[in-house]
């Protein structure tokens, strides 16, 4: 293709900004890579034994969905030098897009439930925030569908990303019917947000007030770090995406979603799990985790019958009499005093 030398320019500049973004966001990447192979060991033995529950569910999907869309952000986003046709690169992306939006869905109905534990109110009360949730979620979800399917249209690999080694090449033209239905799902996303985050202040504030000590001790035994940082990010990125502010290089927030809310999600479940309070772990139990029966621990953990059978071990007998005792039970032959007797001549 021919261009100008400013043309050449702007493109090259436009490539080697697109290289640093991408090694950037890499290193998220890395990050809940490394996360998720140093605590592996503490997710078998908190979750794996547990039966197929809310919350067993809930937090495999935050844990595992990170695993799936990260690679499908890196094969049809980032330099691969592999060349895939548009059909897809349009898979790719809405498959990518909707495992992100699960995750994150997920991540927020788990801070609901934990919020609901915490403040220990009635279960019509849950029901309640469960419905605004889900109208919220549906009136997000479904404007966007044609701007998700729009933006993921891809065309033939150009000269110039092939060159480059990017594996896909955007039409990059969204209508104005789709632009206006984003945006205002946008601001929909943007008041889900800034309710969860009310509601998350509310019950700090109930749990400051019934229990004593300060503040920042009534935060660090409920989690609050966890909690308040999912919803700020979360509260963050709903203003970039509602107002298009970019913050840094890369819009910051965004990768924040991504990468941190699945983790801090998946650890407030866990903590939850060990609260100090029993009625904050029985009710926890309760929503996400508690059969009607099986197994049980002291919180009400319900408990997989395969991970928590009764291993029965051989008898041991003492010295040589260990044989004739064998013996004597396996044809009857010898009374139990007569062996007791030849064990302690043996021994």
Known sequence: MDLSPEELSDLATLYSTSAVLERIVLGFYAFNLYYYM????????????????????????????????IPLTIISGFRNYLTMGPEVCKRLQIADD????????????ILILCLHALLGSKRRYLALMLVLFAAFTVAITVPQIRY????????????????????????????????????????VS??????LFLLTLAVFYVRYRKQTGSLLE?????????????????LFNAITDSFN?????????DILQKVVIPILACRLLLNMQEHDDPVVRSMVSTLMFQAESGTT??????YDDEFTQVVEFPRRYAGLGRQLARNAEVTHAVPETQSRAQDSVHC
């Open 148 to 187: 998700i399917a729009e933006a993921a249209q891809a065309i033939e690999l150009s000269q110039a990303d092939r060159g480059f080694g990017y594996p896909c090449t955007w039409e990059g033209v969204i209508s104005p019917e789709a632009l206006s239905t984003a945006k205002a799902a946008g601001y």
């Open 245 to 253: 502010v970019v913050l840094g290089l890369y819009n910051i927030p």
């Open 38 to 69: 140093t605590t592996f060991g503490g997710e078998v033995s908190a979750i794996w034994a547990l039966k197929w529950k809310t919350g067993k569910v809930l937090f495999l999907i935050a844990r595992y969905g990170p695993i799936l869309y």
């Open 297 to 302: 621990t002291s919180v009400g953990l319900d």
């Open 190 to 195: 943007f008041t889900k947000s800034t309710c």
């Open 218 to 234: 009534v935060v660090r035994r409920d989690s609050g770090l966890c909690i308040l940082l999912l919803t700020a990010i979360r």
């Open 98 to 109: 909707v495992s992100l939006r699960v995750c994150t869905m997920v991540s927020e109905l």
